[in-house]
């Protein structure tokens, strides 16, 4: 069965990168010749720390009810073949992960129960002289889709049967849930019809064959609408008596009992169970009263608040009054979290559905904060929660104004009413001379995450700051918290005069992005890309794990393209860490191998002696054409294997692996006699494309780090030619070719030469990456091979190869505009240091990590535009004016 949530595989994983197919039946793909292999397996959950296991209300579900598909995993070589040599060689893989933008939302079954409620006695909002929730006197249904989806696919059937045989179609109800499956009256005959069912009817239709001549429109154009046939309708509320699973369990088949004599049965096949779980609980839930326009429930949050909040309020008196205190004038204690109310919502902000996040939100009130810029973040946060989703909840710490971090909000839903009146008292307070840490204000952040009762399954911080200074002692400390929690620490550094380093390590560390802001208009919309990239994760703590099989004559050399790397002392082992993922990311991880010499050939084995008998009497006959067929073969060799691990945020504490690892096994050629070869009378074989263009990539992030660490020197000039030497690749690349590298030892007479940091080296040299601290491969890499050999790069490599085929132009040309912008102030230290800088170091991470929240650079609109979530968020908060939402947002303060 095919339902409504499972879009065809071209839909869902989009079309390929290039025009090498995978096999669908092995999934084992042939790439034309390029080992490679495809693989993907169930979703499962995060592995939570102690505390979030131990106060989690339920148990994790056994079973969900939509599970988030799982990623897709694809090894690639270099080359499809290698022959035996008795020489070291080389060889680089690519590992790819990606997660496809399928349109998938969760069940709010698989969500869980809302946070706790507190006794009626104990409920703040009473003060309020709130009316008491009406009661319901059904359950609610709730779409599996949105309005706008069921609505289209409503219009799509209406316009497709050619006759509903006097069927009244505005009678059928709203569209609930659809999909193609196998239906039958009598379990033997089954036919594969779309389905359809109505709050009042289940519809089932079939296409229509169209013949040949019908198929394209008077334009030549092919037709898009198929035609149906109205198959069959069933007054299903009407007539539905029970829904019940028959048959065996790997049949999955449920059979519905009517009250209908000429029909008292109908049966559906599903092709999975988790899919049959679907439809049952449809089917069950046609008497639910239908209430809501999306499958959202309204959470009641007009009921009360969490325990937590209460207990939030009551511990922090201190806090209150020295926050009022600070603010120059008195304040209720009364206005912190207390009550959750439920605000009506702009159709034009409608919230999408997903998995529910936890996010605390730090803002600096020093007083390098006054004017424009105060009232900018304030305008932000508005945005932020308004954005927020029904589940979501949202914390609140400033810091900078003399007394450390201070929690303003706890953990607290869009709904809560006083999120008005503590935004607009936020103002700056610090003194002049006052070191503003921001430091102190993410373990605030910390322990606000660390102290909740109730978790959702995502929990970030969102970390904002203008300063200067900052304790870069104390930062062991809040990064080993936030690693032992899985809390994320995103770093958005306002303006130019902020310092960066100790935001950027906070980030890294625990495997988040820092962004500068240097336009503070922007702040708006990178919080935006970044609350929108949250909102779409889909798995958490990924784990690449890589092994070499028995029998790969490989051993590892480098691995690049991942947030963290761990190799085990075994050399057979390693990990890479990729950090979350979200709907539509792609991480593509170089592994770079090193193929040990061949040393059994047939000269180095023990001659039997009957065999020199043969071989004599042979030698009397003259050479045979055919003579090496009896000792020379091509053999199969297991090369690379990989496997993932993720954290399921639908349940909690689950680690999930892929159900087998993906093997990559390369065709190993016999050795070539050194009379003969072959190879020379045929075009050379290129590099697979996204191994080359991946290659690129890293080359220029570590090429950025390298030019940072050689204007730290002083050495300006070494830092601008070496930049404009890897521009020079890169136009080489999108040509089609690439210039030739000069060789170690001969310098280029017109530039000076660029040292090795750390070693004083010939410019071949400087142009390799130091392997301690490189994400990319040696420059000599991008002649068409991997370069651990020079000789064995220039045996390879032609200038006459076609590498431009497979390589992504917009790619290069983003690459290139970082370079070019790196290098407009490199020569001007004072303005480099000052801007330029942390817009590199910003690129550096966006190419190395393949993620970003803007669309402010071509660098950064490179893979922003694959997570839907920040891309929905940015037009939002362009948006946001135009609804009257920052309309102060830019006023100066009386």
């Not at 689950?654 to 016999?670: E, F, G, Q």
Request: charged fraction near 25%; hydrophobic fraction near 35%; glycine fraction near 8%.
């Amino acid at each position: 069965m095919r339902d409504s949530r499972d879009a065809p595989s071209s839909e869902r994983y989009g079309p390929s990168r290039h025009a090498r197919s995978d096999s669908e039946a092995t999934g084992v793909a042939s790439s034309g010749g390029y080992p490679e292999t495809t693989q993907s397996g169930p979703a499962r959950r995060h592995d939570y720390d102690v505390q979030a296991m131990e106060t989690t209300p339920t148990s994790p579900r056994a079973v969900t009810r939509n599970p988030i598909p799982a990623p897709i995993v694809t090894v690639r070589s270099e080359f499809p073949t290698l022959s035996r040599s008795r020489q070291q060689q080389t060889l680089t893989c690519l590992v790819t992960v990606e997660v496809p933008d399928n349109k998938w939302r969760p069940d709010p079954e698989d969500l869980g129960p809302q946070a706790p409620q507190p006794p009626a006695g104990n409920r703040a909002e009473e003060a309020y002289g709130r009316p008491p929730s009406p009661a319901r006197s059904a359950p609610r249904f709730y779409p599996y889709e949105s309005t706008d989806a069921l609505e289209e696919m409503t219009d799509s059937l209406r316009n497709r049967v050619d006759n509903w045989h006097g069927l009244d179609f505005s009678r059928f109800g709203k569209l609930r849930l659809y999909g193609t499956l196998r239906v039958g009256k009598d379990k033997v005959s089954w036919q594969e019809l779309e389905c359809f069912l109505f709050a009042e009817m289940l519809i089932c239709v079939k296409e229509k064959k169209i013949p040949q001549s019908q198929q394209w429109d008077e334009n030549g154009a092919p037709r898009k609408a198929t035609r149906c046939t109205l198959k069959g309708s069933i007054l299903i509320k009407k007539h539905l008596n029970e829904v019940s699973e028959t048959g065996n369990i790997d049949e999955n088949i449920l059979t519905l009992s009517l009250s209908v004599a000429e029909l008292p049965q109908f049966h559906l096949r599903f092709e999975n169970r988790n899919q049959l779980k679907l439809w049952q609980q449809a089917l069950l839930d046609l008497n639910a009263v239908e209430t809501s326009p999306v499958r959202s429930p309204e959470y009641d949050r007009g009921e009360s608040e969490t325990d937590e909040e209460l207990d939030w309020q009551r511990s922090r008196p201190q806090r209150v009054s020295s926050v009022a205190s600070s603010w120059n004038g008195a304040r209720s204690t009364t206005t912190a979290p207390t009550d959750y109310t439920n605000f009506p919502r702009s159709p034009a902000m409608a919230k999408s559905i997903h998995v529910p996040i936890d996010v605390v939100v730090v803002v600096p009130i020093s007083s390098s904060m006054q004017g424009v810029k105060i009232n900018l973040v304030r305008d932000a946060l508005k945005f932020m929660v308004n954005t927020l989703g029904e589940r979501d909840r949202m914390g609140l710490v400033t810091f900078g104004s003399g007394g450390g971090g201070v929690p303003i909000v706890g953990m607290t839903t869009k709904a809560w009413p006083g999120w008005s009146n503590i935004l607009t008292s936020i103002k700056p307070v610090g003194q002049k001379s006052h070191r503003a840490d921001v430091v102190e204000g993410a373990n605030v952040a910390m322990d606000l995450l660390m102290q909740r009762k109730y978790n959702n399954p995502i929990a970030s911080i969102m970390l904002i700051s203008d300063a200067s200074t900052s304790d870069a002692d104390s930062v062991d400390f809040v990064v080993s918290r936030a690693e032992a929690a899985k809390i994320t620490i995103h770093s958005f550094g306002l303006g130019m005069t902020h310092k960066p380093d100790t935001m950027i390590e906070l980030s890294t560390r625990t495997k988040a992005s820092y962004t500068y802001v240097k336009d503070w208009m922007m702040l708006r919309e990178c919080l935006a890309g970044c609350l929108g990239s949250m909102q779409t994760l889909s798995h958490q703590n990924v784990k690449l794990k890589l092994r070499l099989p028995e029998g790969s004559p490989a051993k590892f050399h480098k691995i690049s393209g991942a947030l963290q790397i761990t190799k085990r002392a075994t050399g057979r082992d390693a990990e890479a860490s990729l950090g979350d993922l979200r709907f539509g990311d792609k991480r593509d991880v170089l592994v770079q191998l090193v193929i040990l010499p061949d040393n059994t050939s047939q000269e180095q084995l023990p001659q039997d002696p009957w065999d020199n008998i043969v071989s004599g009497l042979e030698a009397l006959g003259g050479p045979m054409d055919n003579d090496n067929e009896r000792t020379l073969s091509v053999e199969e060799v297991p090369l690379i294997q990989a496997d993932l691990s993720w954290g399921d945020i639908l349940r909690e504490g689950t680690v999930t692996h892929m159900p087998r690892p993906s093997l990559l096994a390369i065709t190993m050629l016999p050795m070539s006699g050194s009379s003969k070869k072959p190879w020379q009378n045929s075009p050379p074989i290129p590099p697979h494309p996204s191994i080359v263009q991946r290659r690129m990539e890293l080359l220029t992030s570590d090429m950025l780090t390298r030019a940072l660490t050689l204007v730290g020197r002083g050495q300006h000039d070494r830092a601008h030619t070496l930049l404009n030497e890897t521009r020079s690749i890169l136009k080489g690349l999108g040509k089609g070719g690439l210039p030739p590298i000069p060789p170690p030892g001969k310098a280029n007479p017109s530039a000076p030469s660029t040292p090795h940091p750390g070693n004083e080296a010939s410019p071949g040299q400087s142009t390799t990456p130091d392997g301690k601290r490189s994400p990319s491969p040696p420059a000599s890499a991008i002649s068409g091979t991997n370069g651990f050999s020079s000789q064995l790069g220039r045996s390879r490599s032609t200038d006459g190869l076609g590498l431009g085929a497979g390589i992504d132009a917009n790619t290069v040309a983003a690459l290139d505009a970082e370079l070019e912008s790196s290098l407009e102030w490199i020569n001007h230290p004072a303005v480099f240091s000052r801007d330029s800088r942390k817009a590199v170091l910003q690129a550096i991470g966006v190419i190395s990590s393949q993620r970003a929240f803007t669309y402010r650079t071509p660098i950064e609109g490179l893979w922003a535009c694959r997570v839907s979530g920040v891309k929905k968020l940015t037009e939002k908060s362009r948006e946001w004016r135009e609804d009257g939402g920052g309309e102060g947002g830019i006023t100066e303060e009386s």
